[in-house]
């Protein structure tokens, strides 16, 4: 908390016509410091690829054409 406030005590004798560069200064920072958090938390959710390899096997069917019924209730009809 020192450190705040020292930098609290550093803006406060800022002239007010310089704030709004401070300002946006420590919000884009702050924006950019959120933005690697979001990052790594994405990074440590990805999986592996190939888990599964082996476990699942693809029926033929799956490659043969939709019938007219099931290509309708994908178009919503």
Same mark, same amino acid.
């Given at each position: 908390?020192?450190?705040? %406030?020292? @930098? ?5 004798? @800022? ?8 300002? =946006? *200064?420590?919000?884009? $920072?702050? *924006?950019? /410091? ?9 990074? /440590?959710?990805?999986?592996? @690829?190939? *888990? ?5 096997? /693809?029926?033929?069917?799956? $490659? %043969?054409?939709?019938? =007219?019924?099931? *290509?309708?209730? $994908?178009?919503?009809?």
């Amino acid at each position: 908390m020192i450190l705040q %406030e020292q @930098i609290i005590k550093e803006i406060k004798q @800022i002239p007010n016509e310089k704030l709004e560069e401070i300002y =946006d *200064l420590i919000h884009y $920072f702050r *924006l950019g /410091v959120a933005q690697e958090k979001q990052n790594q938390k994405d990074i /440590v959710k990805q999986r592996p @690829i190939g *888990l599964s390899k082996g476990n699942f096997q /693809v029926p033929a069917s799956f $490659f %043969e054409p939709l019938t =007219d019924e099931m *290509l309708d209730a $994908f178009e919503g009809k």
